[in-house]
Nanobody
């Protein structure tokens, strides 16, 4: 499964971005992850085929994950962005339709190349 992210960019704090990830994702649990410079990769949000969502505490209430299986696309709507949201963002697919908490990077088999998000204060 090939995943291709887009939608990253540079915004000021308080701004919004919408990330997209295109791939053959209709039967998979999908996740968004991020990796800031000098830090490990962390789970941001996941979305099952049944539309159950899970979010990291740091993004709850600000980020929304969604999917359009007809378009083979999963989205990450990011609002009220903060400088600490600055990172490379990756989408990933888990080879089953359901997602589990806590979000475990090792559960996800397919990964995109990432899209950069920079938030300035």
């Amino acid at each position: 499964v090939q995943l291709v992210e887009s939608g990253g960019g540079s915004v000021q704090a308080g701004g919004s971005l919408r990330l997209s990830c295109v791939g053959s994702i209709s039967t998979y649990c999908m996740g968004w992850f991020r990796q800031a410079p000098g830090k490990g990769r962390e789970g941001v949000a996941t979305l099952s085929v049944a539309r159950n969502t899970l979010y990291a505490d740091s993004v709850k209430g600000r980020f929304t994950i969604s999917r359009d299986d007809a378009k083979d696309t999963v989205y990450l709507e990011m609002n009220s962005l903060k400088p600490e949201d600055t990172a490379m963002y990756f989408c990933a697919a888990r080879r089953v339709s359901w997602c589990v908490f806590p979000i475990n990077i090792g559960d996800f088999k397919y990964w995109g190349q990432g899209t950069q998000v920079a938030v300035s204060s």
